[in-house]
């Protein structure tokens, strides 16, 4: 009693000789199938599956990154056979078996070849699947009784740690955060059991910081050994890089955690690391789970492995499956995680450097994915995000603007968002954050980043107050040279106003276009273009303006009949005099009427070359996509 918690070894997984399950997540399903050792072998005749049968053999050596979770050893003196805490373990046992004997019938199913295989439990994604049917309310019910055995055993035997873990998981899946709150606030298990507990609780609320501080306390608390394996993302990472991560030290595995971390993290204006918080709950609810009885039956290590990669299911539902061509039939218990989830592991280019990484080195909805984190304030999923990140020279200051649009399922979006802007040099090196509550789905933020010359990583994030869809684009910003005769080019909306000023060039200032700023660089096929830049020269510029395909020259001749100018590359130039302002502002702005080109890329570029100066010139890539554009709603 009251020791501290060791380390077990590391130990290979253990594959399914006997009564087994075979857990299948799909999407917002998570399908466990109770199956006999004899109906997997049934199921493996299938051609289909054969390829995930043979997967247990890599499997089990990657296994060796794993260990199975053990729970703190503090059993108080009134645990045994009649006490208030081995009632408390019957009724969780009986509750379990309720729940799974009352499930309600999925009509869900899982395609023939599973994602990923943990022994026998099957991994599949599908986040747009049907989500399950709610809870029926004798659940709740049955809950709440089993809540109540709960804290009676906690008086009577407050130091016991399984009764602490069993309170806050089921207070946490009830939503009941009164009862769990008041679990943690009175927890006298073993302390750092009690701090990791706490940080599960808070993260479940949402409270980033909060549960921050309660698992690096957990972690303070635990054995050296403990503490380096509970931070092991070998899991989260592909084969190769986890080889690679598992051969270094404790301390070089967690300062490369720490820089996934800082990288990985779905928001970063919001303080602390969900993302973090997330690896460490997982483990927590592992611990809490471990011999004890769960909906689908007896604890599996198995259960563990999916669970620390995929995160655990907060619904169940059952479903008939066909295993073979005779018709033999097994009745599935069905998982259900929450949805929508996103691969938020950065590439391997990223993790080198992150600050030439495009939003390509970021998948959150890649098809095959190592981890999945569904972040709780995100209920509406992470969706692609539009924007720009336009520089403008105030002495030798540089101003950002960073402009967003929110697309994918947030398209038809209504209301307002909260939208940030956020810099930093590297994890725990935050430069500058910009919150603003209340903006439009389509707008731009202004920061001034003061003076840098070395190179930040820009964060433009969204977060829609109704349906709560976010958006994030991430990559690298320098500061504009302290010289620069020219800023970089802002695109804009067209006005009705603009379309008879087509072709010619006005002065503006950066103020009266914020309002019209695009959320990203994609035009429409034959769609007017309007775009502002800002000319720190003197006066007397010539401005000459290119237009250039770079994946496609078809159907881009009338774009040179436009301008009047074509050439060999099939593009078309502008050359105008240089507006300048009566009262010197920098500021500039011109709309063209585009015709019709095929979709891809092209190259805008604006050069001016003033007397005596040599030629300043800035380019964008805009994009020419096969529906309507985002940037451009």
Not at 100 to 120: I, K, M, N, W, Y
Not at 143 to 164: G, I, K, Q
Not at 372 to 401: E, K, M
Request: glycine letters at 10%; aromatic letters at 8%; charged letters at 20%.
């Amino acid at each position: 009693m009251g020791s501290n918690p060791t380390l077990s070894v590391l130990p290979q997984r253990r594959l399914a000789t006997g009564g087994g399950a075979a857990r299948h997540f799909r999407g917002r399903c998570a399908y466990l199938r109770i199956m006999t050792f004899a109906q997997l072998l049934i199921a493996s005749r299938r051609p289909r599956r054969l390829l995930a049968l043979v997967a247990l053999l890599p499997i089990a050596a990657e296994a060796q990154a794993q260990t199975i979770p053990v729970p703190p050893v503090t059993v108080a003196p009134a645990s045994g056979a009649g006490s208030p805490v081995a009632y408390a373990r019957q009724a969780q046992a009986e509750f379990e078996r309720a729940r799974r004997e009352g499930l309600g019938f999925s009509s869900g199913g899982a395609t023939s070849e599973p994602d990923v295989q943990f022994g026998t439990i099957f991994y599949w994604n599908n986040n747009n699947d049907v989500p399950p049917r709610p809870e029926v309310p004798e659940i709740g019910v049955a809950r709440r009784r089993l809540l109540e055995s709960l804290r009676e055993a906690s008086l009577a035997a407050p130091t016991d740690d399984w009764v602490a873990g069993q309170r806050v998981k089921y207070s946490v899946e009830g939503k009941d955060f009164a009862s769990a709150n008041a679990a943690i606030t009175g927890c006298r298990a073993t302390p750092w059991w009690c701090d990791a507990l706490t940080g599960f609780v808070k993260h479940a609320q949402t409270d980033a910081p909060g549960a921050e501080r309660s698992f690096n306390a957990a972690l303070s608390k635990m054995p050296e050994a403990q503490r380096c394996d509970w931070q092991n993302i070998a899991p989260w990472l592909k084969k190769a890089d986890s080889l690679v991560y598992l051969a270094k030290s404790c301390a070089d595995r967690i300062a490369f955690s720490t820089r996934l971390f800082w990288l990985g993290k779905p928001f970063a204006h919001i303080d602390g690391n969900d993302l973090r918080n997330e690896l460490l709950a997982r483990r927590t609810f592992n611990t809490i789970e471990v011999s004890t009885a769960t909906v689908y039956g007896p604890w599996r290590q198995d259960f563990a492995d999916s669970q620390l990669r995929y995160g655990w299911p907060v619904a169940w539902s059952t479903q008939n499956t066909i295993v073979n061509n005779a018709g033999a039939m097994v009745t599935s218990t069905i998982g259900h995680e929450s949805t929508p989830s996103h691969d938020f592991m950065p590439s391997e280019s990223a993790m080198a450097n992150p600050f030439t990484a495009t939003p390509a080195d970021y998948p959150l909805n890649a098809r095959y994915a190592q981890m999945r984190y569904a972040p709780r304030y995100a209920r509406g999923g992470f969706q692609d995000l539009g924007a720009q990140f336009v520089r403008f020279r105030r002495g030798d200051t540089t101003l950002l603007v960073g402009t967003y649009v929110l697309d994918g399922k947030a398209r038809y979006e209504r209301g307002k968002t909260r939208a940030a802007l956020v810099l930093e040099r590297g994890p725990s090196q935050r430069v500058s954050r910009t919150v603003k509550e209340g903006q439009p789905l389509r707008g731009a933020i202004v920061v001034d980043a003061g003076v840098f010359r070395d190179t930040l990583l820009a964060s433009m994030e969204v977060l829609s107050d109704t349906r709560r869809f976010a958006g994030r684009v991430r990559t690298g910003v320098t500061g504009i040279e302290p010289t620069a005769m020219l800023s970089d080019l802002l695109m804009l909306a067209v006005r009705v106003s603009d379309a008879n000023a087509a072709g010619l060039a006005g002065i503006a200032t950066l103020e009266s276009v914020l309002g019209s700023a695009l959320g990203g660089t994609d035009i429409g096929d034959g769609q007017s273009l309007s775009f502002y830049w800002e000319y720190y020269g003197g006066p007397g510029a010539t401005v000459t303006i290119s237009i250039t395909p770079t994946d496609t020259i078809g159907g881009f001749r009338r774009l040179g009949s436009l301008f009047r100018l074509g050439g060999r590359d099939g593009g078309a130039s502008l050359r105008i005099p240089d507006p300048a302002q009566p009262d010197g502002g920098p500021g500039r702005r011109i709309t063209l009427t585009m015709p019709e080109m095929k979709p891809g890329r092209y190259r805008l570029a604006v050069e001016v070359a003033s007397p005596g100066a040599a030629a300043a010139r800035r380019e964008l890539v805009l994009r020419v996509p096969e529906g309507p554009p985002a940037a451009m709603r």
